[in-house]
C-alpha cells in the first residue's frame, strides 16, 4: 500500500462501501426519512445534526457542519440526495487534505515505522497486512515483536511474518522491548531492508509509565538512526467514540505520530471521529482496515469515504 | 473513567443552583447541556434522548418548581434516573447450574475476551473456590489459542489442550466433556472476536451457545466505544441473548457513556469491569456507586463500606435495636463522634460525602472541625447518666452546669442538643429501614455534616 494507485482500486471501494453500507444506510434512509416528509426547517436540521451525531462525529462538528448546510440550504425546498451530496462534499473537503498513504522513502535503510496504540485495536494485524502490501511491491520489510508483554503476542506476529514472507525478529517475553527495538534496527541495517516495522504492547495513553516505555523505544531506535522511526502510526479502531481524540492527542505528544490507520471499518461503526481529528490534528489518514484478512487494509480515500458515508454511489 | 463526565454535569448543576427559583426555561436550559455532556461522553443518542425526555417530564412538573430547592431538585431527578439507568444492585456472576457451569465469553475482535476470561477463571478459582477449566475456541487470529494457554499458566488455570484441526463447536462440546468427566466446577468458553453483522460467525456463536447450554453468556465490550455500543450490545443480546456485561479497558480516562448505552438497550446488568491487562485487574460493577460519582456526588457506599470496617459490628448491632425503638440516646452520640474521629475525622469523611467542595467551605466558615468534635464529646462527658439518657432533662441550669464542667458555653451545648435531635430524628427515620436499611443507607448515628 503505497502512493502508487494499487490495483485494486474498484475493489477496495466496493469493500468499503459494502462495510460502511450496511450502517451508512440507516444514514441515508435517514435523511431520505427527514427530507421527504418536511422542508430543510430547524427539525430536520435537528434531525440530521442527530444523525451525524450517531456516526461519532462528535456534537460539536455536526452542529457546525449542519449549520453550515442550513445557511446554505435552509427553508428552499431541497431533494434528499442533495443534501447528502453537500454533506458528503463538506465532509470530503475536510478529509481531503489528510488522505495521504504511508510512502516508503528509499532514502532509508531501512525505513523504520514505530507501531503504537490502546489495547486491541489491530496493531499487530495492521502490521501483518503493511508487510504484506509492501512485499507484494517487492520491497524487503523485516518486523521487530516489540510486544514483549502480552501473552503470546510474539507467536501472533511470527504467523503474520509468515503470511506475509518476511523475517520477525524476536526475545523472550518479558524482554525489554527498547534493547530489542534496537538489535532489530542493527539487524534490518546489516541486511539493508526496505522497511523495519516495530510492533508495540497496546497501551492506554493515560498510563505515564507505560507511554515513557514508548518513549525509550524511540530513543533505542534514535541512537543508531537519528532519522528512526521515520514514521510514527497510531492505530485506532473504528469503534472508537470522542477518546480518539485523547488517544491522538497524548500519543502524538508523547510519540510524535505522524499519521493514523484506522481499523475495523467493516463493521457498523463509522469512525465518524476521524472528521473532527482531520480538523483538530491534521494527521494523515494512511489506510483503512476493513477485514482480519491479510489483504484487507486500503488506501484512505477522502471522498469515497465521505460519500460512502452517506450511502452515495462511488 | 468517570471523571470528566462528573465535571461538566457539576458544571452545569452549579450554574443551575446559582439561580433561586427556576423557570421552565432554567430546566430546559440545564437539560440541554446534560444532553451535550451525555453525548461527549459517548452515551448512545437514543439512549440520551429517552433519558432526557424522562428527566424533563419529572422536572419541569410541580415537582420541580414549586419545591424549595429547586436546583437540587434537578439533579436528584437526574441522578435517580442516572441509577435507575444503570440498574439497580450490582449483579454477580451465576453459577447456579448442574456442573459444570458453562460460561459463554463473546464480542468483537479486541474487545478483551480472552484476557477477561482468564481473570475470570482465576477470579473463580482464587475467590470461590471453583475448579475452573478454560478453553479458546478461537481457530481464527492467530496464536489465539496459545495466548489463552499461556494465561492460563499465569494464572494457575487449567486450559483445554489444544488441538490443531478441531472448529469451534466440537472444541466446545470437548470441553463440557472434560469438565464432566474430571470434575470441573466450572468450564470457560473464550470465542473468537466476531462482528454483529458477520452472519456466519453469529450463527457459530449460537450453534455454541445451543449446544453448550450455558449459565452466563457474557458480552466482553471496550469502555472506549462510541456511539456503535448500541448497535453492537442490541444485535449480540438479540443473536445470543446474553446475561451480562463486562466492560474492559475501564482503567482508561474515556467517560464511559457505552457503560450506560448498553445497560439501557439490553436491560443486561454490567457484571464485571476490567480495570488493567494484569490477571487481577477485575472487579465487580456496582452501579448506584458509578450513578453517584458521575454526578459529583461522592461515594456514598464506599463511605458506608468505610464505616461498617471501624465500626465495631456488635456496636452497631445494639444501636440498630435502639434505634429502632427510638431510644438513640447521649451515648450513642458520643459513640458516634468517637467513631468519627477514629474514621479520619471531619476531612477524611469529606472526601467520601457529597458535596464536597462545598460543604467544606460551609465547614470552614462554621468553624467545624477536629477541636469541634472533642469539645462535644466533652460536653456529653460532663452530662451525668440521667441526662445522658433523657435529653428533655436538660433545662437552664443543668445546661450551664454541664458546659462549666467541659470548658465550653451554653451555646456550645445547645447546639449539641439541636444536632443530637437532628440526628435522632435521622434515626428514627431509618430504623424504619430495618437493619439491613440501615446499613446499606448510611452510616448509623453519623451526623449529617450540614446539622454541626
Ligand atoms: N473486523 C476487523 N477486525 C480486525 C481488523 N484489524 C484487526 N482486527 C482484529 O482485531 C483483533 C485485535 O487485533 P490485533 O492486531 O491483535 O490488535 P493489537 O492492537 O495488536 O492488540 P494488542 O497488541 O493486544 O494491543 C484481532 O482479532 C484482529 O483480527 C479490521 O480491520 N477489521
Ligand atoms: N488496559 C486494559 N487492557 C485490557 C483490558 N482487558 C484487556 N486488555 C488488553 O486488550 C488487548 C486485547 O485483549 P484480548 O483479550 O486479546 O482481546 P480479545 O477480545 O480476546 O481479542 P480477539 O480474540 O482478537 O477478538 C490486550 O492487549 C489486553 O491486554 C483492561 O481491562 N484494561
Ligand atoms: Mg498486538
Ligand atoms: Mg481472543
Redesign the pocket.
Known amino acids: 500500500m503505497a502512493a502508487e494507485a494499487p490495483p485494486q482500486q474498484t475493489g477496495w471501494l466496493v469493500r468499503l462501501k459494502a462495510g460502511l453500507g450496511r450502517s451508512s444506510s440507516r444514514l441515508a434512509d435517514g435523511i431520505g426519512a427527514i427530507l421527504t416528509k418536511r422542508r430543510l426547517d430547524d427539525d430536520a436540521l435537528e434531525a440530521l445534526e442527530e444523525l451525524l451525531i450517531t456516526a461519532d462525529l462528535g456534537v460539536q462538528p455536526a452542529a457546525e457542519l449542519t449549520q453550515a448546510l442550513a445557511k446554505e440550504r435552509f427553508d428552499k425546498q431541497v431533494s434528499p440526495d442533495a443534501v447528502r451530496a453537500a454533506l458528503a462534499g463538506t465532509i470530503a473537503a475536510i478529509l481531503e487534505p489528510v488522505a495521504r498513504p504511508l510512502a516508503l522513502d528509499a532514502a532509508h535503510r531501512p525505513h523504520v515505522v514505530l507501531v503504537v496504540g490502546v ?2 485495536t489491530g496493531k499487530t494485524t495492521t502490521i501483518g497486512k503493511l508487510a504484506k502490501a509492501w512485499r507484494d511491491q517487492g520491497k524487503s520489510v523485516m518486523l521487530a515483536a516489540c510486544d514483549t508483554f ?1 501473552a503470546a503476542a510474539i507467536e501472533q506476529l511470527e504467523a503474520w511474518g509468515e503470511r506475509a514472507g518476511c523475517p520477525v525478529i524476536t526475545r523472550a517475553p518479558g524482554a525489554d522491548a527498547a534493547g530489542l527495538a534496537f538489535d532489530a534496527l542493527r539487524e534490518a541495517q546489516a541486511r539493508a531492508a526496505d522497511a523495519l516495522i516495530v510492533d508495540t ?4 495513553h493515560n498510563k505515564a509509565e507505560l507511554m515513557a516505555e514508548l518513549e525509550k523505544i524511540r530513543r533505542a531506535l534514535n541512537k543508531i538512526d537519528p532519522g528512526a522511526p521515520h514514521d510514527c502510526v497510531l492505530v485506532l479502531d473504528a469503534t472508537v467514540g470522542q477518546n480518539a481524540h485523547a488517544q491522538v492527542e497524548t500519543f502524538g505528544r508523547m510519540v510524535d505520530v505522524t499519521g493514523l490507520v484506522v481499523t475495523k471499518l467493516d463493521g457498523t461503526a463509522r469512525g465518524g471521529v476521524l472528521v473532527a481529528l482531520a480538523q483538530r490534528f491534521g494527521l494523515p489518514v494512511f489506510a483503512v482496515g476493513v477485514g482480519e484478512g491479510v489483504d484487507d487494509l486500503r488506501p484512505f480515500e477522502a471522498r469515497a469515504f465521505a460519500r460512502a458515508l452517506m450511502g452515495l454511489e462511488g | 473513567m468517570f471523571e470528566s463526565l462528573t465535571n461538566r454535569l457539576g458544571e452545569v448543576f452549579d450554574r443551575l443552583k446559582r439561580r433561586g427559583a427556576l423557570s421552565e426555561a432554567d430546566v430546559a436550559a440545564a437539560l440541554r447541556e446534560v444532553r451535550i455532556a451525555l453525548l461527549e461522553a459517548d452515551v448512545a443518542l437514543p439512549v440520551v434522548k429517552d433519558f432526557i425526555a424522562r428527566v424533563g417530564e419529572r422536572a419541569v412538573g410541580a415537582e420541580v418548581v414549586r419545591s424549595v430547592t429547586p436546583a437540587q431538585m434537578v439533579v436528584k431527578i437526574v441522578h435517580d434516573e442516572l441509577t435507575a439507568m444503570l440498574g439497580g444492585d450490582s449483579a454477580g456472576i451465576d453459577l447456579a447450574a448442574a456442573p459444570p457451569a458453562t460460561i459463554l465469553m463473546v ?11 482468564a481473570k475470570l477463571g482465576l477470579r473463580l478459582a482464587r475467590n470461590d473456590k471453583k475448579k475452573v477449566l478454560m478453553a479458546s475456541l ?1 481457530v481464527r ?1 492467530p496464536a ?1 489459542q496459545e ?1 489463552l494457554r499461556v494465561l492460563g499458566e499465569q494464572a494457575g488455570v487449567a486450559t483445554l489442550p489444544v488441538s490443531a484441526i478441531e472448529q469451534p463447536l466440537a472444541i466446545a462440546k470437548r470441553a463440557l466433556e472434560t469438565g464432566r468427566l474430571e470434575g470441573y466446577d466450572v468450564v470457560l468458553l ?1 470465542t ?2 466476531r462482528l454483529h453483522i458477520d452472519d456466519e460467525m453469529m450463527a457459530e456463536a449460537a450453534a455454541v451457545r445451543d449446544a453448550t447450554d450455558p449459565v452466563e453468556v457474557l458480552l ?1 465490550a471496550d469502555a472506549l466505544t462510541g456511539q456503535d455500543a448500541v448497535t453492537l450490545a442490541k444485535a449480540f443480546d438479540e443473536r445470543l441473548r446474553l446475561t451480562g456485561i463486562v466492560l ?5 480516562d474515556a467517560r464511559g457513556g457505552a457503560a450506560l448505552s448498553m445497560r439501557a438497550v439490553t436491560g443486561r446488568p454490567i457484571k464485571l ?5 494484569k490477571l487481577d ?1 477485575l472487579e465487580p460493577f456496582h452501579p448506584g456507586r458509578i450513578a453517584s460519582r458521575i454526578l459529583g456526588m461522592g461515594d456514598v457506599v464506599s463511605l458506608v463500606e468505610k464505616a461498617a470496617e471501624t465500626i465495631d459490628r456488635d456496636d452497631a448491632e445494639k444501636l440498630a435495636r435502639k434505634i429502632r425503638k427510638g431510644g438513640f440516646d447521649f451515648d450513642d452520640l458520643a459513640g458516634q463522634i468517637r467513631q468519627m474521629r477514629r474514621m479520619g475525622g471531619v476531612e477524611g469523611l469529606l472526601g467520601m460525602l457529597p458535596g464536597v467542595a462545598k460543604v467544606r467551605k460551609q465547614l470552614a466558615e462554621a468553624n467545624v472541625d477536629e477541636r469541634m468534635l472533642v469539645r462535644q464529646e466533652a460536653i456529653i462527658g460532663s452530662m451525668t447518666r440521667v441526662e445522658r439518657r433523657n435529653a428533655r432533662l436538660l433545662n437552664g441550669s443543668r445546661k450551664r452546669r454541664i458546659a462549666a464542667g467541659a470548658g465550653a458555653t451554653v451555646q456550645d451545648v445547645n447546639r449539641l442538643i439541636k444536632q443530637y435531635k437532628a440526628v435522632n430524628n435521622m434515626m428514627k427515620r431509618a430504623g424504619k429501614l430495618g437493619k439491613k436499611g440501615l446499613m446499606r443507607h448510611g452510616l448509623p448515628g453519623m451526623p449529617p455534616v450540614g446539622s454541626f
Not at chain 2, 464480542?107 to 476470561?117: A, C, E, R, V
Not at chain 2, 469491569?273 to 491487562?277: A, D, N, P, Q
Open positions: 489495547n486491541g502480552r504492547a497496546g497501551r492506554l | 464480542g468483537l475482535q479486541g474487545s478483551g475476551k480472552t484476557t477477561t476470561t478461537d487470529r489465539a495466548q473464550d473468537a472476536g466482553v474492559t479497558r475501564v482503567d482508561g469491569i476490567g480495570v488493567g491487562e485487574a
